[in-house]
């Protein structure tokens, strides 16, 4: 059985640019919910991905957005990066409908400067 | 809006000496609580999930229960390498659908 990947693992970009982040979920697995983890925090929902279709949303601003393929695999962009978008960002797969444990992938860690 | 809070945010133990963590958490509609272990730099990993109030779940030195204000995770006779940041999350039965809520974590040291 395949875990969860994500690449990159790390990454530094400057303020006002644009980053893709990407997720492979686990085998079986066909919804992917992305997150956002400050220093010291738990995880925060940005969004969750079914079937290619947004499917619940955090409060996160539109710069967020994403995509999710036919293979389940899912991209998360962000535009025009901001200081405070530096956090490790957090991909989980799962089974879908609610109740349903999520199985991370190791993150990415991006910096903005 | 669903709430979770986890108490202590430190927690020092030497090893063998038993403790719980503690997760308040205010929901509409109780889905689903979670619990995950997660290591410094590494995404949370997996541990429990507790549907109704009186459930328990128990994984080697682990055991965790529910109420319906609150969920604790004992743990017994603690070895070094439980030491990580164990988090708490929720799931409710509302619009958005997959949404998880988490605690800031306790971060458990536990001495040799």
């Known amino acids: 059985e395949t875990g969860v990947t994500q690449s990159p693992t790390h990454l530094i970009k400057t303020r006002g640019q644009q980053v893709t982040l990407r997720c492979s979920s686990q085998s079986g697995h066909n919804t992917v919910s992305w997150y956002q983890q400050a220093l010291g925090q738990g995880p925060q929902f940005i969004f969750q991905?079914?079937?290619?279709?947004?499917?619940g949303r955090g409060n996160f601003p539109p710069r967020f957005s994403g995509l999710q393929f036919p293979n389940y695999s899912s991209e998360l962009n962000v535009n025009a990066l901001e200081l405070d978008d530096s956090a490790l960002y957090l991909c989980a797969s799962s089974q879908p409908g609610q109740g349903s444990e999520q199985y991370f992938g190791p993150g990415t860690r991006l910096t903005v400067t | 809006e669903d709430q979770v809070t986890q108490s202590p945010e430190a927690l020092r133990l030497q090893e063998g000496e038993s403790s719980s963590l503690n997760c308040s958490y205010t929901?509409?509609?109780?889905?689903?609580l979670f619990w995950y272990r997660q290591d410094p730099g590494k995404g949370p990993e997996f541990l429990f999930t507790?549907?109704?109030a009186g459930e328990e779940k128990e994984k080697e030195r682990l055991k965790a229960t529910l109420t319906k204000k609150e969920s604790f995770l004992h743990i017994t006779a603690p070895k070094p390498e439980d030491s990580a940041t164990y988090l708490c999350a929720v799931q409710a039965g509302d619009t958005n659908a997959g949404k998880s809520t988490f605690g800031d974590g306790t971060t458990l040291t536990v001495k040799p």
């Open positions: 929901v509409s509609g109780l889905r689903g």
């Open positions: 991905y079914y079937r290619e279709e947004e499917n």
């Open positions: 507790l549907y109704s």
